[in-house]
């Protein structure tokens, strides 16, 4: 079972770049298709990015696209969201999480393993 730990969250202003990582734990990892999940104040958890195990294929949220990159180094272990252009509807936890096969690639792949977020605030 992959265990995964966010970091890198903060407060920046609109405009501004953030980038998150997500550190896994276990053999797993790399044989897993990862994604990047956010939950607003009093909102529904909602998907982000999505990234396949190899890293050859990624999927995004229309709010994000273009603004925010999904990448992946299975060497060490790691998930990673750059997020630029960052808007004060941005402001979430942000939650890293392993996939179920065969969703990554849907408008709202099934979680199987996720971490304990990371807050992300962008103040206008």
């Known amino acids: 079972q992959v265990r995964l730990v966010e970091s890198g969250g903060g407060l920046v202003q609109a405009g501004d770049s953030l980038r998150l990582s997500c550190a896994a734990s276990?053999?797993?990892?790399?044989?897993?298709?990862m994604g990047w999940f956010r939950q607003p104040p009093a909102t529904e958890r909602e998907f982000v990015a999505a990234?396949?195990?190899?890293?050859?294929?990624?999927n995004y949220a229309d709010s994000v696209k273009g603004r925010f990159t999904i990448s992946r180094d299975n060497a060490k272990n790691t998930l990673s969201l750059q997020m630029n252009s960052l808007k004060p509807e941005d402001t979430a936890v942000y939650y890293c999480a392993a996939l179920l096969g065969g969703t990554w690639f849907t408008n709202d792949p099934t979680i199987d393993v996720w971490g304990q977020g990371t807050q992300v605030t962008v103040s206008s």
């Open positions: 276990g053999r797993t990892f790399s044989s897993r298709d």
């Open positions: 990234i396949t195990r190899g890293g050859g294929s990624t």
